[in-house]
């Protein structure tokens, strides 16, 4: 049964140093929040798992917390690079940073493995690129019924998985809605899964018959952070707040920028925060 | 005489007429959704739009900056995992045309997004395939749009991220690979697009005002021609209307905290 903690608690109880950890959200609902919350807490070498890594790992990543990333899209989308991860990737700053790079299609399937409890992943993918040179764990099996070749990966696992979702209700169950990403297989395929809401609510209430709900006890922890997910966005409560994924691009091309802006908008601050800079955007956007 | 109009919306406003009301198009974020949106507000308002994000027959109404806009979710037929994305509808070859930028292109429109320099330790390191590698095999077609330039258009490319051609002739045949794979590759200058023979990215089409040597210059490979090259017809009052439409609506919902 998912406990609801406050979430520089739950970070504390559900993330330990060298986890692989799975912060998924697929331009919406990213869990920034909880991300801050790992990097105030100093939590170090850990293996960051996440098809699209975009600002929120490019702070992770530039505040030293991770030692390897695995991933299959890395930049800040519509705008450009992630200085912080190209920094660590062309100079090893902070410290050298391991990368395992897939293709979406395989990192999509290798969490739908781990949720499905399979040790690896098949898809008819890698065709004529050079990944596979490049990543040892993309290989091949030949189908046993067609004898087609097709590229395997190995399940994603990871020890923890982190999603940002619209609601939990009073016992615990999790209400995901919009763009789904592949955060229902990132939380089914993890040991220990914390989810960061919007609101809690007595009851979800009319919904679809086919609402994509992850059961209380498929969630270890649930904290309640309105806003948790900004600037990514939360359908129905508040949108993308674009012109910040702009401005990342001037704040973290330099490591003395990208410095003074963590410390004084994460080190120095707590998960009230983000309600705070929903409101200033223009507070509860609906839609 | 100068021209009404920029080389991008020239790109644009061409890549846009390959589209047909009739295909469901896998769009990439910048260029192409610029372009399979424009198609969809002139000639094609009948065309599937798809991202990855896995918003199925989407109509936003400004374009989006990332790929999982809201606007994208909020127009769309319906909305899918991404999973599901890549497995039913890209894997399951539901898709007529991928639509594809690049960092590098070669002769044979295979495409690098991944590294400039080596891989172990690259002088650029670029965000990576995401979704190209297997847009590049399971779409029914691919059409590229690019902005033409030597650093871009190169003799070898540091890494093959996604594959076009091949070397050449029938090697996406021999790869197993049943799609066509690059049928068509716009730039600011002129249309390619492959020799029946070689697959050689060769120029059918160029863009009104612009040289051959202007695109030899800014090419990484000797081009070829097809022996008959047609000038691009240039823009349409309506299609620049639009497209600048779509940008200043885009530009102000970007802008704006909301």
Redesign the interface.
Known sequence: MARVLALAEAVEAIVRDGDSVAMEGFTHLIPHAAGHEIIRQGRKHLTLIRMTPDILYDQLIGMGCADKLVFSWGGNPGVGSLYRLRDAVENGWPHRLEIEEHSHAAMANAYEAGAAGLPFAVLRGYIGTDLPDVNPKIRRVTCPYTGEVLATVPAHRPDVAIIHALKADREGNVLLAGILGVQKEAVLAARRALVTVEEVVDDFGPRSLNACILPSWTVAAIAVVPGGAFPSYAQGYYRRFNAFYKEWDGIARERATFLAWMKENVLAKTPDAFATHVRAAGGGVTS | MTPDYTPNEMMTITAARALKNEDVVFVG??MPSAAANLARLTHAPGITLIY????LATRPTVL???????E???TALT?????E???YW??GGRISVGFLGGAQIDKFA?LNT?VVGS?D??????????????I???CGEIFIIMAQSRRGFVGKLD?????GH?EGGK??ER???KTKGPTRLVTDLCIFEPDPESREMTVVSIHPGVTRAQIQDNTGWTVRYAAKVAETPPPGAHELAVLRQLHARTAK??????
């Not at chain 2, 909305?79 to 999973?83: G, I, N, R």
């Not at chain 2, 330790?121 to 297997?134: D, M, N, Q």
């Not at chain 2, 890494?159 to 594959?163: C, E, M, N």
């Open positions: 974020i910048g990855e994000s896995g918003t989006p900056l990332s790929i999982g806009d809201g994208l979710c909020e909305t899918v995992s991404v999973p994305m890549f497995r890209l894997q295979n991944t891989y330790k690259p002088k650029v390191r670029l965000p990576g395939g995401g979704g190209a590698p297997e590049a095999t399971s890494f093959v991220t996604s594959l091949g090697h996406r790869l197993g690979v919902a970007h802008g704006q905290a909301a």
